[in-house]
């Protein structure tokens, strides 16, 4: 009957439900790359690197549970790394707030009737690092170089701090927030303020004296023409009104943080490809003949996320108001109490797998050789394709619409909490439960051909919104999308399957719906750049 529990399967249901409401706000992470300093591009090249990684982790993962049928320690192993590496992500400090780079540098004094001009300049050997801003205008062609451009007038924060081993002597340069350049530039020694002009010359950032006294000569007791080799931290984008185009990914790839962002984010796609391919092998094992109604079992899972990214939304939204980051303190608190209670009822997930079922890699490949097969990981990867666009940009692109649409828009998280929201409940969990219904009544190969359509028409639909509300609507197809192929694509793997190769087989078509990440770069150069 419809109302009997199997007892087996219902610590995969809570686990389904905790795990994914734990990690709700896993589609926000590409918004919280951004906020924390990564620009635009280097989030697309991120998330083009780390699924073919956590690809990897997921086939040497699922055949080696087949191998030697250590299910059991690999899934709650996965479980601690996806824990701990999604909310670390949240917890790493801002790129923009941390990050100095060293160089060697020359620096000298010039001396000349009515200026006197300051170079800071990367030192012979390491001419391919450039010492110089990218937010500022080149220097002009003048062979004195007794004039300068005009730098942007834009309100920047950039630093650079030069230390002297021959006389231990320092030297400060702060170009601080609201004040437009060039006229704010401040030279931090003894307290004393002066105004200057400041420009780029390839390797070298050029400061000039634009009053008539020589006040650089006087500060800092270099002498004129004469050229000190230095040990210099340098950093720019502290302000938080710059622009992300000043942004470049030459200015974050040389931080730590940047890397350790990367690291946690291969991490936790292997983290969550793992314990996914674990669960579902299980389920599909607990299952049986009955294969067909996976989808009631994993449409806890979207109940867990939809329930708690709403929620999470609007508490986020309610403590950020007035701040001018976004405060996720109350949604990481929800995500620790959920992912902790998810590892103490994962222990209570019945595996069994029989011994005797050896795992054989000439079955495999037979398998995958078949034209089926074939055609059948071709419609995983054109609809991981898809997915991978949806996953990375969509709420990129609705924080885009709304600042668009109202520069003061109020209710962002609000707003990116109910698509989650209508997404799983008015969408993906009714027809995460009718999909037995529907692939037995219509057939495998056709419910594959209407989710393709109906992702076709959400697509189409999203490029057309200006108002950020009508996104909602368009959420609803993502029930008759994502809600059938996903059910009918394990559904298909599980009955593929040979015997031995459960996790095997699911790691391979896992693997294969992650290659839908590979079109994210294009797409972002195309459309954000």
Not at 104 to 112: I, K, M, Q, W, Y
Not at 375 to 382: D, H
Request: hydrophobic share 45%; with cysteine; net charge neutral.
């Amino acid at each position: 009957m419809i109302f009997n529990i199997n007892k087996d399967l219902l610590p995969l249901k809570i686990h389904y439900f905790l795990k994914y409401g734990g990690i709700s706000f896993f589609t926000f992470l590409p918004v919280v790359a951004r906020q924390k300093g990564i620009p635009t591009l280097a989030v697309g090249l991120m998330w083009t690197v780390t699924p073919f990684a956590s690809s990897a982790i997921t086939l040497m993962i699922s055949t080696l549970a087949d191998a030697f049928k250590i299910h059991r320690a690999l899934f709650l192993s996965g479980m601690i790394v996806l824990s701990t590496s999604f909310i670390s992500i949240f917890l790493l400090p801002d790129i923009s707030r941390s990050s100095h780079t060293q160089r060697e540098a020359t620096v000298s004094l010039h001396c000349l009737d009515n200026i006197t001009r300051l170079s800071v300049c990367s030192s012979v050997y390491e001419n391919h690092n450039s010492f110089s801003f990218s937010v500022l205008q080149k220097c002009s062609n003048n062979e004195t170089l007794d004039q300068v451009t005009e730098t942007q007038r834009d309100n920047i924060n950039c630093m650079v701090n030069c230390s002297y081993p021959q006389n231990m002597n320092l030297i400060s340069l702060n170009f601080t927030e609201n004040f437009p350049l060039p006229s704010g530039l401040i030279f931090n020694i003894s307290a004393e303020r002066s105004t200057f002009n400041i420009c780029d010359d390839g390797n070298c950032t050029i400061i000039t004296d634009t009053n008539t006294a020589p006040m650089l000569s006087e500060f800092s007791n270099f002498t004129c023409e004469e050229k000190y080799h230095a040990t210099c931290f340098y950093h720019c984008g502290a302000d938080d009104s710059r622009d992300e185009k000043d942004v470049t990914l030459s200015d974050v790839i040389h931080t730590p943080e940047f890397w350790l962002i990367f690291i946690l984010l291969v991490l936790l796609y292997g983290g969550n490809s793992t314990t996914t391919t674990m669960a579902d092998t299980v389920c599909f094992s607990i299952l049986g003949q009955a294969r067909h109604r996976y989808g009631r079992q994993r449409m806890w899972g979207s109940v867990g996320w939809g329930l708690v990214g709403t929620v999470s939304g609007a508490l986020v939204d309610h403590y950020s108001k007035g701040s001018a980051h976004i405060n996720y303190s109350s949604a990481l608190i929800i995500s620790g109490v959920f992912l902790t209670l998810n590892f103490i009822v994962s222990l209570q997930i019945p595996f069994s797998f029989s011994k005797r079922e050896k795992l054989k890699a000439k079955n495999v490949g037979k398998i995958i050789c078949t034209s089926k097969m074939m055609i059948f990981m071709l419609t995983v990867i054109v609809i991981g394709l898809t997915m991978g666009t949806l996953w990375t940009f969509l709420f990129i692109i609705v924080e885009d619409v709304a600042v668009t649409w109202n520069p003061d828009f109020p209710n962002m998280k609000l707003l990116q909490g109910l698509m989650l929201g209508a997404q799983c409940f008015l969408g993906e969990v009714p027809f995460l439960f009718l999909s037995s219904y529907t692939i037995k009544k219509l057939g495998q190969i056709p419910t594959f051909a209407l989710s393709m359509a109906v992702f076709s028409l959400r697509l189409l639909l999203y490029s057309c919104v200006t108002n950020p509300w009508f996104f909602l609507p368009v959420d609803l197809l993502h029930g008759l999308s994502f809600g059938l192929f996903y059910p009918n694509m394990m559904s298909y793997a599980s009955f593929m399957t040979p015997k031995g190769a459960q996790a095997t087989m699911q790691g391979i078509v896992k693997s294969v719906f992650i290659g839908e990440m590979r079109m994210v770069e294009a797409v972002e150069i195309s459309c954000l750049r």
